[in-house]
């Protein structure tokens, strides 16, 4: 599927009301009912999937943005690195926000969940909401897929989806907070397409196989 800016806009604009219900909800400090139900379906899953979720979630860590840039500029699409160290500084700067501005202060499941399977080195406690890996990934997703060409599309946002699951999966956060952290991502990664220009590279040639 081919992104535009119409879509980039829209996407923005969802991201933000998506976020904002997010937002509200997480505020209060507790998990309504609803999502603790699908925190413990996922939580709950075999175990033997601890390996792979582990090295999943490390998709989401903060190094991957430096990484995507240093291997943009080897292939030669500057424009690429500079957009996945713009979406790595306003992840950052996202978070602040909204532990310091909105002060939303929504602890992990390991405080909040009345029954938790905390698996690897997964902190129990500090603050959960939103949840940066899907902040980082989602963005970089948005930036990364206008250089793909065919069934790689897919694979940036195939990548989102496994991180949240694995971020469930191993205690790290509840739904709201991988859901939050996918709108807020969604929001800066819609931005920095649109501020960069990255239509340009979706309409036009030559696209890229992989990055």
């Known amino acids: 599927m081919r992104m535009s800016r119409g879509r980039a806009f829209a996407s923005f604009g969802g991201g933000v009301v998506v976020f904002a219900v997010c937002a509200v909800v997480a505020s209060g400090g507790e998990v309504p009912e609803a999502e603790q139900a699908v925190f413990r379906a996922i939580n709950g899953l075999p175990s033997w999937l601890s390996p792979p979720a582990q090295a999943l979630q490390m998709l989401g860590v903060l190094g991957i943005g430096p990484l995507v840039a240093v291997v943009a500029l080897v292939l030669r699409r500057p424009r690429l690195a500079v957009a996945a160290l713009v979406v790595t500084a306003l992840k950052l700067l996202a978070e602040r926000f909204v532990w310091e ?12 969940e009345p029954v938790v399977i905390v698996r690897g080195n997964t902190a129990t406690e500090g603050l959960s909401f939103v949840s940066g890996h899907m902040i980082l990934v989602t963005g970089l997703a948005w930036v990364v897929t206008p250089y793909l060409r065919g069934a790689w599309r897919a694979a940036p946002w195939i990548v989102v989806g496994l991180v949240g699951l694995a971020r469930l999966y191993l205690g790290a956060h509840n739904p709201l907070d991988v859901v939050g952290g996918f709108a807020l991502g969604t929001v800066i990664g819609a931005a920095t397409y649109l501020v960069l220009r990255l239509d340009r590279v979706d309409a036009g040639s030559p696209r890229v196989s992989s990055v």
């Open 101 to 112: 501005v909105l002060e939303v202060h929504r602890e992990r499941p390991g405080v909040t």
